[in-house]
């Protein structure tokens, strides 16, 4: 529906996933993707393998979002492969399900290095290096807008990304780039299924409108309308994506 052709997408925590998700989407409407991973490399070369397969173009960079040098080389190794950036996808993030109280200082730090600094280093280098009219999309999350307990330290840190990412909208407005966040809920991954039973999936699904969690490619199919030419009148915004949960 939607052309990427001669775009060059660059794809954090891609190996699995929802940013595997969004990977695919881009390189099948003609982005050349920059899969980011972190350790799994064998995950990122099998989801490269499956897009160049498929007619894609598609390249595995490791880096670790928490780590600004690294996030340096990863911007650097897009150009050397595709000579350019245009579309920053920061889907990197780790998750803790904990009470305030039990959170260890090293887990926060660690959450806060990955969710938020990540963010912040990726949106540093595409100020500096992204083209002129380029797309940035932020993976933040719905439990921003609620109070869901054991989320706290994790919702303190998407929010801190969306406020990251609308200011990011305002600095970069002048050269046509846009900047939005996606919020996904309940989403259907090996991660979500983890440490969960059929009755705890079952209720997290009856929460939503639509009486289902979501799939990867619903969120993937944003992530593609807002990289896109069409959206373009779209900047500085926080879209839920959960099916009407709230």
Not at 1 to 7: F, N, P, R
Not at 28 to 56: F, H, M, T, W
Not at 92 to 98: H, Q
């Amino acid at each position: 529906m939607y052309s990427l052709d001669g775009k060059v997408a660059i794809v954090t925590g891609a190996a699995r996933g929802i940013g595997a998700g969004i990977a695919v989407t881009l390189a099948r409407a003609g982005a050349r993707v920059v899969v980011n991973y972190r350790q799994d490399k064998a995950a990122a070369e099998r989801l490269c393998a499956a897009i160049a397969a498929s007619g894609g173009v598609c390249v595995p960079v490791q880096a670790d979002v928490a780590d600004p040098v690294a996030v340096r080389e990863l911007f650097a190794t897009a150009e050397m492969h595709f000579r350019r950036a245009d579309i920053l996808v920061n889907n990197a993030g780790i998750l803790l399900f904990k009470e305030i109280s039990s959170i260890q200082d090293d887990e926060f730090d660690r959450l806060v290095d990955t969710n938020v600094k990540g963010v912040f280093y990726a949106l540093r280098e595409a100020a500096r290096r992204l083209s002129d009219h380029g797309r940035v999309v932020t993976l933040s999350s719905t439990v921003t807008r609620l109070m869901l307990p054991k989320y706290g330290a994790y919702a303190a840190t998407k929010a801190a990304v969306e406020q990251l990412t609308r200011i990011f909208a305002r600095e970069m407005g002048a050269r046509g780039v846009t900047a939005n966040c996606v919020l996904p809920g309940p989403v259907d991954t090996e991660l979500f299924r983890t440490g969960k039973t059929a009755a705890d999936i079952e209720r997290m699904a009856g929460m939503a409108a639509l009486g289902r969690v979501g799939s990867v490619q619903d969120i993937a199919r944003i992530v593609l309308f807002l990289v896109s030419d069409e959206a373009g009148w779209i900047t500085g915004q926080s879209i839920g994506a959960n099916g009407g949960i709230i």
